[in-house]
């Protein structure tokens, strides 16, 4: 994920800098409203647009947002542009003297209290987080969900879930069979039932289709796109692409685990914007990796010759689905693109929450 940085005084634009080298490999895009910056057009751009415009441009892209500046401004620029939880960008308020760093918006799932305290150590600064289970030191089962790759069914059920474990009542955990190894670090008051359940579950984890009652339903982000394409390709073609082979597919966007490729691929720009908008990784592959994976794959000469490896969306697609990986989507070629679709063999765990 890339983060947009924008400062409005000469103090900000600094810290800016400062953070974005503090940062290291994490991709940094840095902005100012301040006319007097010495640093405009090396390392900081001047924008001129309202900053409610700038935010909208940059959460629709999934770039992560960063204020150095008042919490106000933040909230005004960036209320037009909320839609939910499960999809909003991270967004950061810092002080102008980089004393406090404040996540504002998409904590849990977006990333912005775990940004927020990753900053906050670079420079020395004081992470400010409100979420109440965080600061109480309990169980959040959106950031469970992000760490299991699992997709929340009904956003809802969040807020039911976590009143209850604050309130230190009991949670019933239904997970759908040969799904969970351990009950090695469940949270307290958590009591796992039966699968199906044959009683109201609080938190049910199924990739199953059927009618289940439940408080919150969890399912698996079961499938890994492998894909390729020629250098320079339009990201609108590439996203239509991959949309039209998921439909004959029969998978929802959400059942996406993750975009893989070759590591020529890592900074080609269809690829970076499918993957940020849609806030799904983007892992990529050396041709020794590929070459690595098991499974009987379709192979071009021609490809080998240019990357080093015959197949490229097979392949990375069953790399990044692991051990119990299965291609489920063979290579299917169309304008220099290629597709291919494994799916994973999923788990849950509580031990690394």
Known sequence: MKISIISFTENGAKLSEMISEKLGEQETELFTKCTYFSGIGESVRKI????????????????????????????????????????DSPVIVIDEKGDYVIPILSGHIGGAN?????????IGAVPVITTATDIRKKFAVDLFAKKNGLFIENKEGIAKIS??????????????AGHMDTEEGLPENFSRISYPPNEKADILITSGEGQFEAALTLRPKEYIIGAGCKKGKDPEMFSAFIRNNLVKAGIREDQIYALASIDVKENEPAMVEWSQKRKIPFLTYSSEELLS??????????VKSQVGVGNVCERSAM????????????????DGMTIGIAKRRWRVRFDET
């Not at 119990?324 to 070629?333: D, N, T, V």
Request: hydrophobic share 45%; net charge negative.
């Open 319 to 334: 790399k990044a689905a692991g051990p119990g990986g299965e291609l489920i989507f063979k290579k299917y070629a169309e």
């Open 163 to 176: 009143a209850k474990v604050l309130a230190g009542e009991k949670i019933r955990l239904s997970v759908e």
């Open 293 to 302: 994976a098991e499974g009987d794959f379709s192979e071009s000469d021609f």
């Open 48 to 87: 001129d647009v309202p900053v409610v415009c700038w935010a909208g441009e940059q959460m629709a892209k999934g770039n992560g947002l960063i204020f150095i500046g008042a919490c106000g401004i933040a909230v005004r620029a960036i209320a037009p542009h909320i839609v939910s939880k499960l999809s």
């Open 114 to 122: 775990e940004l927020a305290c990753r900053i906050a150590e670079c």
